[in-house]
């Protein structure tokens, strides 16, 4: 009975770690795609500025938080230039 409570302890200790790393994990995760999200709509709303007429869709799920930028108009089969960026130089 000297050693059940120190056994009990360690393997408590053992399995609130276990469960604490896993729960950092996910938050780690989380605050990595909070910030992809708000990466790729910061940049969205930066390329509608400098291009109000085209259609901006932002893409956070790309390695590199990106941006598309459809231009209306034009005389092409596609409709128009587009562009697929990640970085907006002013």
Known sequence: MNYCRTDWADWKTAKTM???????????EEWVEDHRNAMSNKLAKKAKEMFPKAKVTPVPDAIVPSVII???GGETALGGPMRITWKLDA
């Open 18 to 28: 276990k469960a604490i790393d896993s729960q950092s994990q996910k938050l780690v």
């Open 70 to 72: 459809e231009e209306e």
